[in-house]
């Protein structure tokens, strides 16, 4: 660990999930020592680490005084209690490394972390991630903004670019709320308007306009439809997020909200227990939207009553 260090070598990633076990293992290719700690993680979280080949580390104490800075990756629902976690392991050190919060939350929410971090002494430098894992495709964007974000332009790579916004905390957040209103957000319109078509029994027919006339749109819905239920849980929170960030700025929140909802009744089907490793590939979109009629004729019709 060095708080002075110009050129960060030891990063710590917090929690080797879908995402930040890429992160990780591809910052480990890169020659960076990349550091975790497994306590109150999932079996999953502790096989993720072990493949990523992080080191790990007992405690957030031992954490925070052997890396240069430290990322927040994880669930939007879980990023404040990790600050807070994290911010008590500085106040007791006394370390003022960066606290990179990479996570999928709206700028006010940001705000409110950076000031538990700073409250506690240490530095705060906001993140947001946009495109897959490393190794899935085109490699993810890190996107940061803050007062020492350019200090972390050396974990750029082949494997990650990092993109310096501005000085100001909550350009990062706010891209990434913006972009995943159109990505994740459509997935779920989609979702949405394929259940309908299938309950409502014009679902051939759709099928076959949709062949015709957007055909680029149905080969991306058969291709990423049936991979959703495995991170729905995952992605309502992050939709409240966006709904709070349109709010902010005088957009009504309701798109997104919709979009939540699409994503708790996904993480409600008899796919819902898969993880991002364990999706059968095999399944089709049709299946998919089955499950989601089903479920749907097992609900009360005053669901979404107030």
């Not at 058969?222 to 709010?247: C, D, K, Q, Y």
Request: with cysteine; hydrophobic share 45%; proline share 6%.
């Amino acid at each position: 660990m060095s708080n002075e260090t110009s050129r960060p070598r030891s990063i710590a990633i917090l929690s080797p999930g879908d995402m930040g076990h890429g992160i990780g293992a591809a910052l480990g290719r890169n020659g960076f020592d990349v550091v975790t700690c497994l306590s109150g993680r999932s079996p999953r979280t502790a096989a993720l680490a072990e493949q990523g080949g992080f080191r790990i580390v007992p405690t957030l104490s031992e954490l925070v005084n052997e890396v240069d800075a430290v990322l927040s990756i994880l669930v939007p629902a879980q990023a404040e209690a990790l600050a807070a976690e994290v911010a008590h392991a500085f106040e007791q050190s006394r370390i003022t490394i960066p606290f990179v919060d990479c996570n999928a939350i709206a700028p006010h929410t940001t705000e409110r972390i950076r000031a538990t971090i700073v409250a506690a002494g240490a530095r705060f430098i906001d993140g947001s991630i946009i495109g897959p894992p490393p190794g899935r495709g085109s490699p993810p964007r890190l996107y940061l903004s803050g007062a020492d974000a350019k200090s972390l332009q050396v974990l750029a790579s082949s494997e990650m670019a990092v993109k310096v916004m501005s000085d100001r905390v909550g350009d990062a957040s706010s891209i990434k709320m913006c972009y995943a209103a159109l990505t994740k957000g459509t997935a779920t319109l989609e979702v949405a308007l394929l259940t309908a078509a299938r309950a409502l029994g014009v679902d051939a027919a759709l099928t076959a306009e949709l062949a015709t006339s957007q055909e680029n749109v149905l080969r991306h819905m058969h291709a990423s439809i049936p991979a959703l239920p495995a991170n729905a849980h995952r992605w309502v929170g992050e939709m409240e997020e966006i709904a709070a960030t349109f709010e902010s700025v005088g957009l009504s929140p309701g798109f997104h909200q919709g979009a939540a909802a699409v994503y708790r009744l996904l993480g409600q089907t008899e796919f819902a227990h898969e993880s991002p490793e364990s999706v059968d590939t095999e399944r089709t979109l049709e299946a998919t939207i089955e499950a989601m009629v089903v479920l749907l004729s097992t609900l009360p019709d005053d669901r979404y009553s107030e």
